[in-house]
């Protein structure tokens, strides 16, 4: 309409100049040119000067122009050469718009006279211009429950260009849905109208994608297309569909919560709520399964939310629902099969089916000692388990024929004495990774089998007893010791009453505390007469049956100085220690006047006499030798000194307690002659008296040699039974200030002897009891044992 009235306004502004032209006359003139839009700057547009029949030097003396504010100002007049032209492009669509003729009127003056001319200019149209459609993209919606045959008008296409370069033609893309139909509307052009000639489905294709093509009239021509979308609109007529025929998926027991089994998914052909898919779990779903798992309404997606275990389910089927939302939904059902792999989890569990607490030590190898069954709940490798024992014990395991069931049984022999208790561990290790294991203890206790003898802590013994012992007092105790328990070690002595006849004497006046070994003796010892013996004591313990042991033991009767002196000579017909000495008066100093002899039955210090002068007359005239007994003179004789003198002498041992015995002797001075005779008469007596107590010497000498002898073959004989080095290994001689001869120490097997006798000088005799003094020392070494079964 604008533009319509914009036309109507210029036809009637072209009027008014017509009557304006014809009132002024020669005033006046109109002169009409015509351009192409869209020319240069500069363009020529007419000759004004030529055409007014003007010359042109009188152009710019009557100040010829163009009147401004007219129009606009797309024109200038030069007067120099007075020709019009283009002072800028002119845009002929802008300028006219859709009108069909587009005319520019210019009005020009000229001075003295004044003179008005109007210049027309036609702006003659180009194509210029391609159509062009106001939306590059329009959408349509059609429901796919329409019929064929409906129409739809469409956007129409602009081109500001007019007459034939404007739009002439319409063209759709190829389709099998749609064609177009075009009505001419005359000076509005020419409308498109989109007619669907084939029912639509959504589900087959929601949306069609159409091109919409715009042609001018322009040679060549121009076009301008738009896209036009139209969108099927759905009706619920499809039911869900899941797009796996079957769902299966691995899940890892233990599973934290949260974890993602599986996403289900499933589509609807329809769309918007009819093609909106909810994911439930199945109607049938059980409890159990609802507690472990979930279902995203939205996504399909299945969430652990509950501890999964293996060893409790192996596998779930899930059945999961989708629905859509339409106002009637259709529903689908689909089952997901969960397998539960399973893990490493679960130690192997150890139990002691059967179990004997107690072996005894004698049992054979392969003895049953307890029953275990391991239980490991976990599959595959990871249940199967392997029993070890952590350290080296006397037992192994041993499989049974069924899964998983061992028997512990022994595998060495047991020794009660060695190791009565043994703390087993059994280890139970899977073979999973990484695997697990699990540890059960058990105490295996060794019963005792009496199998061991009482052992003495000493074989043999040796023992030293002082004579004169109190009768019923314990003198010493032997004791044994059994490595059994309870009855197999209480032991019980005896004496062994068998033997040599010696043993046997000596064993009945001996007695033992069956319960403690302690030895009394039944009567008092006497050194002097019984100085050693051997006895065997038998240990018996109380199993059953019972085993027993014996032990020698040797006894050594030590002396006690418990026998005084003897004065052997002198001696009266009476009895008494007294005797008669004669001597010459002319004898010289160091005459032998007499020998005073005596006996001890000790032995050692307790035997061991000194001589010493007890009583003397005359101390200048005789001295008396303090180991040997002589009486010798000191001096010669005078005539002065008195006939007769009386000498008392005093033997003692040297005992703790010193014993003692005297002797009295007269020594008489004779003259020489007397003195003789005296002697021949008093030597005679005197060969008698010696002679008996001679062969009483010899008898004496002869039992003690014996005694001796005997000693030293048994010692022999009990060393050469025995491993030891017999050899002989004397030790260093002791000296005691000179008061003993010597003193031989010996060490024969595993017993120390000495030998001890009084010193010997010149002209000593041997003194009855003066030999077998032998003394046996103890050794501070241990003996090995001797162990006899009775």
């Known amino acids: 309409m604008e533009q319509k009235g914009l ?69 200038h007049v030069n007067q120099n050469d007075g020709l019009l032209y283009v002072d800028r492009i002119v845009d002929r669509e802008k300028v006219c718009e859709r009108s069909s003729v587009c005319l520019i009127n210019v009005k020009t003056v000229l001075e003295n006279p004044l003179e008005i001319h109007y210049v027309t200019v036609e702006v003659l149209d180009v194509n210029d211009h391609s159509p062009s459609f106001k939306t590059k993209e329009s959408r349509l919606e059609i429901s796919e429950s329409v019929l064929p045959g409906l129409r739809l008008q469409l956007q129409a296409a602009h081109d500001p260009d007019v007459g034939q370069f404007s739009v002439q033609e319409y063209k759709l893309s190829p389709n099998d849905h749609f064609r177009l139909e075009v009505k001419d509307r005359g000076k509005d052009g020419k409308i498109p109208i989109l007619v669907l000639m084939k029912t639509l489905d959504r589900e087959t294709k929601n949306s069609h994608k159409l091109l919409l093509t715009a042609t001018d009239g322009g040679k060549p021509n121009k076009s301008g297309t738009a896209e036009i979308n139209v969108d099927v609109l759905d009706v619920n007529d499809n039911m869900p569909v899941f797009t796996e025929d079957a769902y299966s998926v691995l899940l890892d027991e233990n599973a934290p919560i949260g974890t993602t089994v599986i996403k289900v998914n499933a589509t609807d052909l329809d769309e918007g709520s009819n093609g909106e898919i909810i994911y439930t779990l199945g109607n049938n779903v059980n409890s159990r399964i609802r507690e472990l798992f979930s279902v995203d309404p939205n996504t399909g997606e299945i969430t652990v939310q509950g501890l999964i275990d293996f060893e409790l389910e192996e596998s779930y089927e899930i059945d999961i629902q989708a629905s859509d939302k339409g106002s009637a939904p259709f529903r689908t059902d689909k089952s997901v099969l969960v397998n539960i792999v399973d893990l490493n989890d679960n130690t192997p569990q150890i139990e002691v089916t059967s179990f004997s607490k107690a072996i005894p030590e004698d049992a054979r190898l ?167 013996f051997q006895f065997q004591v038998v240990a018996t313990d109380s199993g059953t049956p019972s085993l027993s042991s014996n032990v020698t033991v040797d006894v050594f009767i030590l002396d006690q100085n418990d026998n005084a002196p003897v004065i052997l000579y002198p001696v009266s017909s009476n009895g008494s220690a007294e005797g008669v000495e004669e001597i010459p008066r002319n004898v010289n100093a160091g005459h032998l006047v007499t020998k005073v002899r005596a006996y001890d039955a000790d032995i050692g210090y307790n035997g061991w006499l000194l001589f010493s002068l007890q009583q003397v007359t005359d101390h200048s005239l005789f001295g008396l030798d303090r180991y040997t007994g002589q009486i010798r003179t000191l001096r010669s004789f005078t005539e002065t000194d008195e006939a007769e003198h009386k000498l008392v002498i005093l033997v003692k041992d040297n005992g703790n307690i010193s014993l003692s015995a005297t002797a009295t002797v007269i020594v008489k001075l004779v003259e020489p002659k007397e003195a003789f005779a005296a002697s021949d008469i008093k030597s005679a007596t005197k060969d008698d008296k010696e002679g008996d107590v001679t062969f009483y010497l010899m008898i004496t000498l002869g039992s003690v040699s014996v005694l001796f002898l005997i000693s030293i073959i048994v010692l022999i004989a009990m060393q050469c039974s025995k491993t030891t080095d017999y050899t002989s290994k004397y030790l260093q001689d002791t000296n005691y200030d000179g008061t003993l001869c010597h003193s031989i120490q010996y060490r024969s097997g595993d017993k120390r002897y000495m030998l001890v006798g009084p010193r010997m000088s010149i002209g000593s005799t041997i003194v009855p009891g003066s030999h077998a003094n032998t003394l046996v020392l103890p050794d501070r070494r241990r003996a090995s044992g001797e162990v006899r079964s009775l």
């Open 7 to 75: 036309g109507a306004s210029r036809e009637q502004w072209r009027w008014i100049i017509i009557v304006l032209i014809l009132l002024w006359g020669r005033a006046s003139a109109q002169i009409r040119y015509s351009i192409a839009e869209e020319v240069k700057e500069g363009t020529i547009v007419g000759n004004i000067a030529k055409d007014l029949g003007l010359e042109k030097n009188t152009l710019k003396a009557r100040g010829y122009r163009i009147v401004e504010g007219s129009t606009e100002s797309f024109f």
């Open 366 to 532: 392969g003895t049953t000692v307890a029953l275990i069954s391991v239980l490991d709940k976990d599959s595959g490798l990871n249940g199967k388990v392997i029993c070890s024992f952590n350290e080296d014990v006397p037992f192994t395991l041993s499989p049974s024929t069924q899964d998983n069931m061992y028997s512990v049984v022994t595998k060495s022999s047991l020794d009660r004495e060695k190791q009565s208790v043994y703390d087993v561990t059994i280890v139970a290790k899977d073979a999973g990774v990484p695997s697990l294991s699990s540890e059960k203890s058990i105490t295996i206790f060794v019963s005792d089998v009496n199998d061991n003898s009482p052992e003495f802590s000493e074989s043999p013994y040796t023992f030293y007893v002082t004579e004169n012992n109190s009768p019923g007092a314990s003198l010493f105790s032997v004791r044994a010791s059994d490595h059994d328990e309870g009855d197999n070690c209480r032991i019980l002595y005896h004496i062994f009453k068998g033997g040599n006849e010696n043993n046997k004497l000596h064993s009945f006046n001996l007695n033992i505390n069956s319960e403690n070994g302690d030895v009394l003796a039944l009567k008092s010892f006497d050194f002097e007469t019984l100085k050693t």
